[in-house]
């Protein structure tokens, strides 16, 4: 079994930042594609950013430029850095993670964190 932790949401002002952090835990042999998901009240869960395990990173066109994810192999995490937030980033923010385990690195498996809230209010 896998399984991840975020940590690091909270209240923020507008054009505050936060570094939201997700650490993965277990039976894991590797990790591949890392990725932060968010979904705010009344809508669907959609994609924030993913980092390859190459390292190649995407961005949602609109936290372009001003979210970054990076991932640290050795600790098995992977970051978000939320700069300029803006009231409309609100939103539980859902760590996710294709990991390859222990007894069957042939198979790869999705895995989601329980969240952690983001709030970004004056």
């Known amino acids: 079994q896998v399984q991840l932790v975020e940590s690091g949401g909270g209240l923020v002002q507008p054009g505050g930042s936060l570094r939201l952090s997700c650490a993965a835990s277990g039976s894991i042999f590797s990790i591949n594609t890392l990725g932060w998901y968010r979904q705010a009240p009344g809508k669907l869960r959609e994609l924030v950013a993913t980092v390859s395990g190459a390292g190649t990173a995407n961005y949602a066109d609109y936290v372009k430029g001003r979210f970054t994810i990076s991932r640290d192999n050795a600790k098995n995490t992977v970051y978000l850095q939320m700069n300029s937030l803006k009231p409309e980033d609100t939103a539980v923010y859902y760590c996710?993670?294709?990991?390859?385990?222990?007894?069957?690195?042939?198979?790869?498996?999705?895995?989601w964190g329980q969240g952690t809230q983001v709030t970004v209010s004056s």
């Open positions: 996710n993670a294709d990991v390859n385990s222990l007894g069957a690195v042939w198979n790869s498996r999705n895995y």
